[in-house]
């Protein structure tokens, strides 16, 4: 099955949701970080909510950055995703391994820690959007639910999973959000509530062979669901020589001499897809002589 997300509202409009499969995404980042379980669990799980929250901007240019820092050995999750949920992330300590959770499973809340998620909307103003929430259990899915109640005022549920088996390989990868529009009935906020206690978890789901349709038309049978979009989502990096050129300019005129006289040149590497990038002395002595135009 190919990543893809679904577009859908139910109940007459008094709902909207969103759903993923994200497998051959997190697989991608698990292998390009060489993540441990737990690592490709925790970014597995935040790059399938940027890939589906992407789908909430308006606009081709508009860029959307979840960034999770705990006091936990994981460290921290940083991932982002353009309008077309073409994700990209990272965790900070890739080798994690603990113990799993009293429930046997991968403990990504042990991980993380306490500590807080940032969610930045870059919409082509003149600042982005940035909201900040604490962390309320660490496991991802009920912090970004927590975040859009507190942060955007509209409450939601999210169900994110990644589904890793015995030799690190990720087996599958998806979730769903369901966010509450105004004016939603009281009947049918009980009646998706009553729907979301019997549903089984996600990565059981996808092991069944379920696809994101079916896993909205099992919470939403009777409600009238309308897919209104599918849409492609993958892991791609969008670094280039040409950015980190930029970068490298951006740091001044004397820290890149200090390079050419202690290294005789600069390697760069990017945080997203580990690519490496040398600069000689010779290119780098080009740099700096831009750094005064």
Known sequence: MEDYIIRSVA????VRAFAAVTTDTVSRAANIHKLAPVASAALGRTLTAA???SKMLKSQ??????????????GGVVVVSDYQANVRGYVYNPEVYIPLNSAGKLDVAGAIGEGYLNVIKDLGLKEPYIGYVDL???EIGEDIAYYFAYSEQVP???SLGVLVNTDEKVLHSGGFIIQLL???????????DDRIKSIPSVTSMLTDGKTPEDILEFIFEGMELKITDKSPCKYKCNCSRDRMERNIISLGEKEIQDMIIEQNGAETVCHFCNTKYWFDSETLKQLAEQCKN
């Open 156 to 158: 939601s549920i999210v």
């Open 182 to 192: 105004p004016g939603a009935e009281t009947k049918t906020i009980d009646a998706i």
């Open 51 to 53: 890939a589906m929250m």
């Open 11 to 14: 109940a007459g409009n008094q």
């Open 61 to 74: 240019d508009n860029i959307i950055t979840i960034q999770i820092k705990g006091d936990g050995p994981l």
């Open 136 to 138: 309320v259990s660490g």
